[in-house]
């Protein structure tokens, strides 16, 4: 099994909170695949086995990067930002911040957006 690019360690307030909106059924369906993605990411569990999981994607758990904090300096993430990432983390060799906008694109991700759908702040 390939090492884990990211650690996810959820206070119990956060996992109490992503934990109500997978069972209230008040969100969307895209916010309660995003709260239990995390869930079970801070549960240990790799990529590939949430995707299998939860029937999605692993570019649907892997995309998540892009609704984490902006690194110091930014007030968000740019398309830039993301490829360099996506590169650093070993994704991939290379990526053009072009292909980083069509998978977000097919993800409906919005870096601009104050919420990133997996719980409110």
């Known amino acids: ?5 990211y650690r996810v360690s ?19 369906a ?14 240990g ?3 590939e086995q949430i995707a ?3 029937l999605v994607g692993a570019s649907t758990v892997s995309v998540a990067v892009a609704c ?5 300096g930014h007030a968000r993430w740019t398309l830039r930002l993301l490829a360099d ?3 650093e983390l070993e994704f991939a060799d290379s990526i053009s911040p072009e292909t980083v906008r069509q998978v977000l694109k097919k993800t409906s991700s919005n870096r601009g957006r104050r919420r990133s759908g ?4």
């Open 30 to 43: 895209r916010e309660v695949k995003r709260a239990l993605i995390l869930c079970q990411a801070d549960e």
């Open 85 to 87: 990432k996506v590169v």
């Open 1 to 5: 099994m390939p090492a884990k690019k």
């Open 118 to 121: 997996a719980f409110q702040r």
């Open 68 to 72: 984490s904090q902006a690194p110091a």
């Open 10 to 28: 959820l206070t119990e307030s956060e996992r109490e909170q992503l934990s109500n909106i997978a069972r209230r059924g008040k969100s969307s």
């Open 45 to 47: 569990l790799s990529d």
């Open 52 to 54: 299998e999981a939860l």
